[in-house]
Nanobody, 124 residues
């Protein structure tokens, strides 16, 4: 079992940057594929980015390509989301998620474990 805790959210102006962190507890963190999702008010949760167990493969939603970067540090049980050139439409609660199924997945149903979320607000 994996427990996930996100941090690093906050209020930032458009064009600014934030770095989200996800701390994982539990055994065998390096066996889990990791992902970031977000949910804006009144909208469904959507995929943002995912990283493979080794960190060697990543995948991004088209809306964030070139601006957001996912990475992981298996020695520290951490996953990160570096967010640059932020836009007001990036405003949402951001969730870290873990999947025990090998591969990279964009559907939330593939993920077994979820954090509580961290709020990101981008002002115009």
């Amino acid at each position: 079992q994996v427990q996930l805790v996100e941090s690093g959210g906050g209020l930032v102006q458009a064009g600014g940057s934030l770095r989200l962190s996800c701390a994982a507890s539990g055994r065998s963190f390096s066996r889990y594929g990791m992902g970031w999702f977000r949910q804006a008010p009144g909208k469904e949760r959507e995929f943002v980015a995912a990283v493979s167990v080794s960190g060697g493969s990543t995948y991004y939603a088209d809306s964030v390509k070139g601006r957001l970067t996912i990475s992981r540090d298996n020695a520290k049980n951490m996953v990160y989301l570096q967010m640059n050139s932020l836009k007001p439409e990036d405003t949402a609660v951001y969730y870290c998620a873990a999947t025990s199924v090998v591969g990279i997945y964009v559907k939330s149903e593939a993920y077994n474990y979820w954090g509580q979320g961290t709020q990101v607000t981008v002002s115009s």
